[in-house]
């Protein structure tokens, strides 16, 4: 079995150290081994074409959007999901180390329309927060504020949006601050949106943000670094399995890093569905923690 190491170049001035320690680290593990450049988002297909039909452990090296992106390439596959948490955010990370033991787990995935995500997607001002290249990919600002500049920007400018959301045989219908439908526990570079959930459990825990005035949606948003914000009364927590999510007029949410476009949006857990190499170990000696 081989490891296939996508790393992602996009943005990054100088990713020779991270390779070297990658070799090195599979070198001392008698790992047999490849590290694949992926200089943009387009390449990760052309990529990963060469191993759709091997039988291979595909480790994404970057933040939530590379994860993102191979396990896009992966699903029905005989492949195997690993990861190098090397992004601005990397909450798959953060939720991976509180739910799963360490080595080879099963994974639920959740389809949206035509695509996965195994973290969270989000809607509504979180979504734009996400979304905002000017802010999360910026250089200028230290990646550990980027998330948090982005959240202070759209704050100040943020009108909520009409959804209609049909989950476990009810609709409900009206203005949004935001709602988020979470496989994982953290999104936002640390934010604690979904504390109960589970990777592998086949349920999704969907929160919906009412529409409020700005010094509520202030103190909502920093209660979610705790995870006290299951306390407002302005969130509502629904635990299922699948949901729909309806707009007026097409619009982004944000999926694990990745921007996606609709005005439906079908959202269904898949349990059991790949298959994930937990290797904490190797994570460690290649970040050298």
Known sequence: ????????????????????????????????FIIENNSNANTTHDILNKYKYGNHIIYAVGGDGMINRVLN??????????????????????SVKES??????????????????????????????????????????????????????????????????????????GNFTTIAVCNGKYYG???????????????????LVEEMKKLEMAKTILSMKDASHEKSKFVRKISTNKITINSNYYMECNIDGESYISNIF????IPNAIK????????????KK
Do not use: W
């Open 1 to 32: 079995m081989k490891y296939v190491f996508i790393l992602n170049k996009f943005g990054q001035k100088d990713t020779s150290k991270i390779e070297h320690d990658i070799a090195y680290a599979c070198i001392y593990n008698n790992y047999d």
């Open 73 to 94: 390439e992966i699903v029905g596959t005989n492949n195997m999901l690993g990861y190098i948490p090397y992004g601005t955010g990397n909450d798959l990370d953060r």
């Open 100 to 173: 799963l033991k360490a080595g080879i787990q099963n994974l639920d995935i959740v389809k949206i329309n035509d695509k996965y995500y195994i973290n969270v997607a989000c809607f509504g001002i979180d979504a734009e927060i996400a979304n905002d290249d000017s802010f999360i990919h910026n250089n200028l600002i230290p990646s550990s504020q980027r998330y948090n500049a982005s959240v202070l920007y759209h704050f100040l400018k943020y009108n909520p949006k009409y959804f209609d959301v049909f989950v476990n045989d009810e609709l409900i219908k």
């Open 189 to 207: 570079g640390g934010y604690k949106i979904a504390p109960s959930a589970l990777l592998n459990d086949g349920l999704l825990d969907v929160y």
């Open 266 to 269: 079908n959202i269904e857990v």
């Open 276 to 287: 994930f190499d937990n290797n904490q170990e190797l994570i460690k000696r290649v970040l």
